[in-house]
């Protein structure tokens, strides 16, 4: 799969399939479309092409910097990828993008940049200024440019009852199997190993510490998780704690991972943590011993998760 970062830097001759929308955290629902669309791209010699926005239009429209994302534009690449999505393109979401006619987006880019033959979209799609737009002027831009509109019905997507805001809550809760079971695949979080204090160490359970580059992307609950990470190749199994460490008084927010079974030096390294299962609630101890204690309880149940999936 191949991504281009914004319209202006695409220049591929070949038509297309295409969609459109933001696909934030591209979960059961998004894959109904897009699984059509990589499909129906084989089937007729045609790129399946997904053009996405970022910022997410929120941001951008209602200065909303509250929204967090589910999906860095990196791991969402990762995701289509591993679908067989041909081409990903990230274009800009700007006041001024948003204000382009549905004429224009139409003519400027799905006819004149992206070639396109044929748009699946879901049954709600409304697109140009104001979002003033919708099927049935797609179907008639369609026949005007000589391209097919093909919409997932509402019945199709509704059956799987599921949205990113829907998942975004279950995490803000610490609801993890319910997001997990939207999504269709465990919430990940990337980032880069930092120095921490050297507390897990001292514990007996030396951690990473896990710095999210990302500002926008959604940290869920504070808590202990069961994790997975591939890391040189090798499936590697911990646990996970989101949070303050309080029985230590602290007070900034820590993503700290212990890894069972891979002790090399992860410092300065860009990792990906997978979301297997929360354990428990942050809490503070009346001792550090106690704090011990918990964690190598904690440690005994995430193998045995582990050993059950």
Same mark, same amino acid.
């Given at each position: 799969?191949?991504?281009?970062?914004?319209? #202006?830097?695409?220049?591929?001759?070949?038509?297309?399939?295409?969609?459109?929308?933001?696909?934030?955290?591209?979960?059961?629902?998004?894959?109904? $479309?897009?699984?059509?669309?990589? #499909?129906?791209?084989? *089937?007729?010699?045609?790129?399946?092409?997904?053009?996405?926005?970022?910022?997410?239009?929120?941001?951008?429209?209602?200065?909303?910097?509250?929204?967090?994302?589910?999906?860095? $534009?990196?791991?969402?690449?990762?995701?289509?990828?591993?679908?067989? !999505?041909?081409?990903?393109?990230?274009?800009?979401?700007?006041?001024?993008?948003?204000?382009?006619?549905?004429?224009?987006?139409?003519?400027?880019?799905?006819?004149?940049?992206?070639?396109?033959?044929?748009?699946? $979209?879901?049954?709600?799609?409304?697109?140009?200024?104001?979002?003033?737009?919708?099927?049935?002027?797609? /179907?008639?831009?369609?026949?005007?440019?000589?391209?097919?509109?093909?919409?997932?019905? *509402?019945?199709?997507?509704?059956?799987?009852?599921?949205? #990113?805001?829907?998942?975004?809550?279950?995490?803000?809760?610490?609801? !993890?199997?319910?997001?997990?079971?939207?999504?269709?695949?465990?919430?990940?979080?990337?980032?880069?190993?930092?120095?921490?204090?050297?507390?897990?160490?001292?514990?007996?359970?030396?951690?990473?510490?896990?710095?999210?580059?990302?500002?926008?992307?959604?940290?869920? *609950?504070?808590?202990?998780?069961?994790?997975? *990470?591939?890391?040189?190749?090798?499936?590697?199994?911990?646990?996970?704690?989101?949070?303050?460490?309080?029985?230590?008084?602290?007070?900034?927010?820590?993503?700290?991972?212990?890894?069972?079974?891979?002790?090399?030096?992860? %410092?300065?390294?860009?990792?990906?943590?997978?979301?297997?299962?929360?354990? /428990?609630?942050? /809490?503070?101890?009346? #001792?550090?011993?106690?704090?011990?204690?918990? !964690?190598?309880?904690?440690?005994? %149940?995430?193998?045995?998760?582990?050993?059950?999936?």
């Amino acid at each position: 799969m191949l991504t281009v970062q914004g319209l #202006s830097h695409y220049d591929n001759p070949s038509p297309s399939v295409v969609t459109i929308g933001t696909f934030d955290g591209v979960h059961i629902g998004h894959r109904k $479309i897009l699984e059509k669309v990589i #499909s129906e791209g084989r *089937a007729m010699g045609l790129q399946s092409t997904l053009l996405t926005f970022f910022p997410h239009p929120r941001m951008v429209l209602q200065k909303d910097n509250t929204i967090k994302l589910l999906n860095t $534009i990196e791991e969402k690449s990762e995701i289509l990828r591993a679908m067989g !999505l041909d081409m990903l393109v990230v274009h800009p979401f700007t006041k001024d993008f948003s204000r382009k006619s549905a004429t224009e987006f139409v003519r400027g880019i799905l006819v004149e940049k992206l070639r396109v033959k044929k748009v699946i $979209i879901g049954y709600d799609h409304r697109f140009g200024r104001n979002r003033n737009a919708n099927i049935n002027d797609l /179907r008639s831009f369609g026949n005007l440019f000589d391209f097919e509109v093909a919409e997932i019905p *509402a019945q199709e997507i509704d059956a799987v009852s599921v949205s #990113s805001t829907k998942i975004r809550k279950a995490l803000e809760v610490g609801d !993890l199997e319910t997001a997990t079971a939207y999504l269709g695949y465990p919430y990940m979080l990337s980032g880069t190993v930092q120095k921490g204090k050297g507390l897990g160490r001292q514990l007996g359970f030396p951690t990473a510490n896990l710095s999210i580059t990302a500002s926008y992307k959604l940290i869920p *609950a504070g808590g202990v998780y069961v994790i997975q *990470a591939r890391i040189e190749d090798q499936m590697c199994f911990g646990m996970m704690n989101i949070g303050t460490n309080p029985t230590v008084d602290g007070s900034k927010q820590h993503i700290e991972v212990h890894f069972f079974d891979f002790e090399k030096d992860l %410092y300065g390294q860009t990792i990906q943590v997978e979301l297997l299962h929360r354990i /428990r609630d942050e /809490r503070k101890f009346n #001792s550090v011993e106690a704090l011990k204690i918990q !964690l190598g309880q904690d440690r005994q %149940y995430a193998l045995s998760r582990i050993q059950r999936s």
